[in-house]
């Protein structure tokens, strides 16, 4: 994990083994179109990660493990992606539940489900103290001192204890393994700023390849933060070099400037990043990072219209249709020639099957 590719080359020739770069676009479409299926079984969904969500199932009158085989067929059919679904009271026994489900399929079908004291106690004894959710090395290491072995033994720890050497975070995570919930459904917050930083492939010498990277991260920052349907009144912008350079190699730069009125329109935003961008920037330098922090967030519905300088409203259609053109197509529109490709080598990028057209899968009867 995390090694260099090229470094085994030869490994991988002996073995056969297939080399594939990250599709970044491949990823989001399939997770989005599995959220989009969960949502239509629970309406309160958590999306844990891009391949991991839990869905509240409270107050459903359903046999639960045909309902997980029903999710699991519904996945399975439209998107083709095999998962696992583990259901219980609590979201700690959910993640064991799940991690049965994987584990045996042939046992359980892909769907296990905690239900009874006995099957608790079962499935905890089995589960290995390293495999606990949210146990890192260090906690492992203080349940190792504790002659802890398994989940089961974990939640037999005196709480004091649990609560001393594992925090309040800990304890939670013993009670919901214990069958009492603790930690609730996380609801999508919104967030208060959004950044976007980068380090370069290279030094950059050339100003236009180094503001169409502002540009870019302008952009990626303004579409995250429409999804959430906010405007911002304040953005920060730096440029800098290595921090292994020379002194009289070595600049960084950053300004922050409050914008003359609330926008989300990444036309807009462009405009004053450039302005900031032009006052910073020094010429001379090699620059391996950059980044574009957006905030002093206001919602759409709190804003409040300016006399006389305000966004264009023409701008509020326009960005729609942008992001609605950008969610279907990796290659969209852009605002800058700059794409993350242009950065990314991706020499064993595998077909975008679900977000080009000009890629899809093709059948030979």
Same mark, same amino acid.
């Given at each position: 994990?995390?090694?260099?590719?090229?470094?085994?080359?030869? %490994?991988?020739?002996?073995?056969?083994?297939?080399?594939?770069?990250?599709?970044?676009?491949?990823?989001?479409?399939?997770?989005?179109?599995?959220?989009?299926?969960?949502?239509?079984?629970?309406?309160?969904?958590?999306?844990?990660?891009?391949?991991?969500?839990?869905?509240?199932?409270?107050?459903?009158?359903?046999?639960?493990?045909?309902?997980?085989?029903?999710?699991?067929?519904?996945?399975?059919?439209?998107?083709?992606?095999?998962?696992?679904?583990?259901?219980?009271?609590?979201?700690?026994?959910?993640?064991?539940?799940?991690?049965?489900?994987?584990?045996?399929?042939?046992?359980?079908?892909?769907?296990?489900?905690?239900?009874?004291?006995?099957?608790?106690?079962?499935?905890?004894?089995?589960?290995?103290?390293?495999?606990?959710?949210?146990?890192?090395?260090?906690?492992?290491?203080?349940?190792?001192?504790?002659?802890?072995?398994?989940?089961?033994?974990?939640?037999?720890?005196?709480?004091?204890?649990?609560?001393?050497?594992?925090?309040?975070?800990?304890?939670?995570?013993?009670?919901?393994?214990?069958?009492?919930?603790?930690?609730?459904?996380?609801?999508?917050?919104?967030?208060?700023?959004?950044?976007?930083?980068?380090?370069?492939?290279?030094?950059?010498?050339?100003?236009?390849?180094?503001?169409?990277?502002?540009?870019?991260?302008?952009?990626?920052?303004?579409?995250?933060?429409?999804?959430?349907?906010?405007?911002?009144?304040?953005?920060?912008?730096?440029?800098?070099?290595?921090?292994?350079?020379?002194?009289?190699?070595?600049?960084?730069?950053?300004?922050?400037?409050?914008?003359?009125?609330?926008?989300?329109?990444?036309?807009?935003?462009?405009?004053?990043?450039?302005?900031? &961008?032009?006052?910073?920037?020094?010429?001379?330098?090699?620059?391996?990072?950059?980044?574009?922090?957006?905030?002093? &967030?206001?919602?759409?519905?709190?804003?409040?219209?300016?006399?006389?300088?305000?966004?264009?409203?023409?701008?509020?259609? %326009?960005?729609?249709?942008?992001?609605?053109?950008?969610?279907?197509?990796?290659?969209?529109?852009?605002?800058?020639?700059?794409?993350?490709?242009?950065?990314?080598?991706?020499?064993?990028?595998?077909?975008?099957?679900?977000?080009?057209?000009?890629?899809?899968?093709?059948?030979? &009867?």
């Amino acid at each position: 994990m995390g090694a260099v590719a090229f470094e085994y080359m030869p %490994l991988f020739k002996r073995s056969g083994v297939k080399l594939f770069s990250a599709n970044f676009a491949l990823y989001g479409d399939m997770s989005n179109r599995m959220m989009s299926i969960l949502s239509q079984y629970s309406p309160i969904v958590e999306k844990y990660s891009i391949d991991e969500s839990f869905i509240d199932l409270y107050g459903f009158n359903v046999d639960f493990k045909e309902h997980g085989t029903k999710i699991r067929d519904h996945i399975n059919k439209w998107i083709g992606i095999r998962t696992g679904v583990g259901i219980a009271n609590t979201k700690a026994l959910c993640k064991v539940a799940n991690h049965i489900a994987k584990k045996f399929p042939e046992q359980t079908g892909g769907v296990h489900v905690i239900d009874t004291e006995e099957k608790r106690i079962k499935a905890l004894k089995w589960f290995k103290a390293e495999e606990i959710w949210g146990i890192g090395d260090k906690s492992f290491q203080k349940l190792v001192s504790a002659g802890v072995k398994n989940a089961y033994e974990f939640t037999l720890l005196p709480e004091s204890w649990v609560r001393k050497k594992l925090s309040i975070t800990g304890l939670r995570l013993q009670y919901d393994l214990r069958g009492i919930p603790a930690i609730g459904i996380e609801q999508e917050e919104i967030r208060k700023s959004i950044s976007t930083t980068r380090s370069f492939d290279q030094k950059y010498y050339d100003k236009a390849q180094v503001k169409d990277r502002i540009i870019a991260f302008v952009s990626n920052c303004a579409q995250k933060m429409r999804d959430q349907r906010s405007l911002c009144s304040k953005m920060e912008i730096f440029i800098e070099t290595s921090p292994f350079e020379e002194p009289d190699q070595n600049y960084s730069k950053s300004l922050e400037i409050k914008l003359p009125f609330t926008t989300n329109s990444t036309l807009e935003l462009i405009s004053f990043a450039i302005a900031v &961008f032009e006052k910073i920037y020094l010429h001379g330098y090699g620059y391996k990072r950059a980044g574009v922090k957006l905030s002093d &967030f206001v919602q759409e519905y709190e804003r409040q219209q300016k006399i006389f300088e305000d966004r264009n409203p023409k701008h509020i259609a %326009l960005m729609k249709t942008m992001d609605k053109i950008n969610s279907k197509y990796p290659d969209g529109v852009h605002s800058a020639g700059y794409t993350k490709r242009n950065i990314m080598r991706q020499e064993h990028l595998s077909p975008n099957y679900t977000t080009d057209i000009n890629q899809t899968i093709v059948v030979n &009867f």
